[in-house]
């Protein structure tokens, strides 16, 4: 089955630490993208990448880094510069990154700062 | 800019009783208009889209949406609400490049 995977589900990470969460999509998607999601909030828009060794930051890339080296791989680092990086962390790819495009999501990673 | 209006974040219904979840938009270009819904601690799912062909866009489970230009509107309805409605649904509007944005959800409750 075609989708995307992110793991881990549940991540916990002490004050100071980077960690690394991960995303993979076998759908032959062209545009990837990372969103944060906050209670009350909706999904906020952290990078996006339109293609392979090229990626833009979104409306709250500080302290986060991406890298986008294979189609289907988009990594996502959560560094300490971060200040409240506790949240749902959502991956998602589009065929072509069009206007109309769908977004398929991957299931989350849950990031608790100990 | 573009941006997503979502009125209420919290929204209860009778099973059984109809679904009318609201979504307000604002855009200096004609928009493309989405629904998805999310069950919890998951992904979110597309339910249905506009793409300026039919005003009335029908959806997965039951669920449609009209938009309305002159309201600037695209409001989710669903005639007969079932316990397995229950989630977040989040609407979104993509902005003149492709990114889209999204509004802050409605919890949708649904009693017995």
């Not at chain 1, 993208?33 to 952290?46: E, S, T």
């Not at chain 2, 200096?28 to 998951?42: A, G, K, M, R």
């Not at chain 2, 799912?45 to 230009?69: D, H, M, P, R």
């Amino acid at each position: 089955d075609g989708g995307i995977t992110q793991s881990p589900k549940y991540l916990f990470r002490k004050e100071g630490q980077n960690v690394t969460l991960s995303c993979e999509q076998n759908l032959n998607h062209d545009a990837m993208y990372w969103y944060r999601q906050d209670p009350g909030q909706g999904l906020r828009l952290i990078y996006y990448s339109q293609i392979v060794n090229d990626f833009q930051k979104g409306d709250i890339a500080e302290g986060y880094s991406v890298s986008r080296e294979k189609k289907e791989s988009f990594p996502l680092t959560v560094t300490s510069a971060q200040k409240n990086p506790t949240a749902f962390y959502l991956c998602a790819s589009t065929s072509k990154g069009g206007n109309t495009d769908t977004q398929y999501f991957g299931p989350g990673t849950r990031l608790t700062v100990l | 800019a573009q941006s997503v209006t979502q009125l209420g974040s919290h929204v209860s219904v009778s099973e059984g009783a109809l679904v009318l979840l609201r979504c307000n938009y604002s855009s200096s270009v004609p928009p493309y208009l989405f629904w998805y819904v999310q069950y919890p601690n998951q992904g979110l799912q597309l339910l249905l889209k506009y793409t300026s062909a039919a005003t009335l866009v029908k959806g997965i489970n039951g669920f449609e949406a009209e938009f309305k230009k002159s309201e600037t509107s695209f409001h989710l309805t669903k005639p007969s609400a079932h316990m397995s409605d229950a989630a977040e649904y989040f609407c979104a509007v993509t902005r003149g490049s492709y990114i889209p944005t999204f509004g802050r959800g409605t919890s949708l409750i649904v009693h017995p």
